[in-house]
């Protein structure tokens, strides 16, 4: 999509701003239901003459003009950053995050702020303070999480595509959910700096769109070493301007562990095992490779996450900035109602786990031996892209479910998360595409997830799948569009 509009601006066929009204008017029209922006950006209007004066000038890049769409928990100095929390509502920032002001310096054009789970924990976007964001396929179950917001204005055509970030799946899986396609960059591959942090040894940026080509734009505009973060670097070898979109010749490991029924659903183990037919009918061998302490990667990546956080969440204590209670008569009382208030229960949640395994007498037995696995689990995958050039698997065992089946027991919740954690875990590339739909209409979608620094080349995977695979879109008459 982004290619065609491109072509379209740059032959004057529509302005910059007029493709962006297109795109407000549908927002406007649409997300009353679907319920996917926080914020609106009513700047936009000016960002896009910008882009049309560089346009006309002959100097557009490829997405200058393009109308995106920013999940919330990424600084913007000209829209609040809440990451959808009471905590920071209201808050404008007083920098742009990195991958922000990249986009801004390329003149992409900023349609709004995206709601999320409550500072990026969560699989449904329900915990979000806010509002529920409802899955343009059926609106009456989850668009997942916790970047749900920005994969449902994708999938109901709001932006042309959009930004998210992902711990342990949370571009992956509401891409999954939504039909649209999201990415979780290599680890390091683009700068954390103004990206709200969740877990900062896991946090990725990503991008979502409605196809790996589009993703890999996105990617291309994002991707670099940033002197703010110094765990970002320059890939030696992402260069997607054009993806290659072939298969032939490709080694694929289908992961055992995730394609068993007992833990994915029937309907979406026969989505991924026809997937698989079509890469090796494209002459591309598939065999099944067993990674078997994928099953302890979720126990240790909700450890170290939830460290992390409880570590990253400390400084919202009501002094300087975020929810202040009234009239605290001492500053115990300050900080505990402020936090108290402030976060939502999903939040807390994970905080006191994490405080808890890095108490002293359990840091060894909790956090330390999570670490070690961790470790262990990137090896294992070491082994595997030995033999492979990537691997293959499910990106969720089920499809969407309904707000009203939303676990009440947290840990089932967490184990939704079984397919996806594992990469970040590893900090390696992966990528989720659409590959079929259950019998109720929902899609299924197929991770592909590749060695570090891989990602062009997981990206083009995606692409040729996609060349070949019917995707639907949602139906646009219940959406209110």
Request: hydrophobic content about 40%; overall charge negative.
């Amino acid at each position: 999509m982004i290619a065609e509009l491109r072509q379209k601006l740059d032959k004057k066929d529509i302005s910059a701003r007029e493709l962006l009204e297109q795109y407000i008017a549908r927002a406007r029209k649409t997300d009353p239901t679907v319920g996917a922006f926080l914020h609106v950006n009513n700047e936009a209007g000016a960002a896009a003459d910008a882009a049309q004066k560089q346009i006309d000038a002959g100097q557009a890049g490829i997405i200058t003009g393009i109308p995106i769409g920013l999940k919330d928990n990424l600084c913007t100095v000209d829209m609040p950053t809440t990451c959808a929390s009471r905590m920071l509502q209201g808050f404008v920032p007083p920098y742009d995050a990195t991958v922000v002001k990249k986009l801004r310096d390329q003149r992409a054009v900023f349609v709004g702020k995206l709601n999320m789970d409550e500072f990026a924990m969560g699989a449904t976007t329900a915990t979000s303070y806010y509002k529920k964001t409802k899955n343009p396929f059926n609106l009456s179950c989850v668009p997942g999480g916790s970047s749900g917001g920005s994969a449902a204005a994708v999938s109901a055509g709001m932006v042309v595509a959009a930004l998210g970030s992902d711990t342990g799946g949370s571009v992956r899986q509401p891409a999954a959910f939504c039909g649209v396609t999201g990415l979780r960059p290599t680890y390091g591959m683009v700068s954390r700096y103004g990206c709200v942090a969740f877990a900062s040894a896991l946090d990725q940026v990503g991008p979502i769109a409605t196809s790996a080509q589009d993703c890999a734009y996105l990617l291309s505009a994002i991707a670099g070493k940033d002197d703010y973060d110094q765990t970002s670097q320059n890939s030696p070898s992402f260069a997607p301007k054009a993806l290659e979109a072939n298969v032939a010749g490709k080694r694929f490991g289908l992961i055992k562990e995730l394609m068993d029924e007992s833990l994915v659903e029937a309907e979406t183990v026969e989505a991924v095992k026809r997937a698989a037919l079509w890469f090796q009918r494209n002459g591309a061998t598939v065999d099944e490779v067993s990674l078997p302490l994928l099953k302890y990667a979720v126990p240790s990546y909700y450890l170290i996450s939830s460290a992390e956080a409880s570590a990253n969440l400390s400084r919202f204590d009501g002094v300087r900035y975020g929810y202040r209670p009234k009239n605290p008569a001492t500053y115990d009382e300050l900080v505990t109602h402020s936090r108290h208030e402030g976060f939502g229960w999903e939040v807390k949640r994970r905080v006191m786990l994490g405080c808890y395994a890095l108490c002293s007498g359990y840091y060894d037995d909790y956090y330390k031996r999570a670490t070690r696995l961790a470790n262990v689990i990137r090896s294992d995958y070491a082994r595997a892209f030995e033999t492979f050039d990537a691997l293959i698997s499910p990106t969720s065992p089920n499809a969407a479910f309904p707000f009203d089946d939303v676990p009440s027991d947290p840990s089932q919740l967490y184990l939704a998360d079984v397919c996806t954690v594992s990469a970040a875990l590893a900090g390696l590339p992966a990528v989720s595409t659409p590959c079929g739909y259950t019998g109720a209409g929902l899609p299924v979608g197929l991770m592909i997830t590749g060695d570090a620094w891989g990602d062009a080349n997981i990206l083009s995977y995606a692409a040729a799948f996609e060349g070949e695979f019917e995707r639907r879109t949602p139906v646009l008459e219940e959406l209110g569009a």
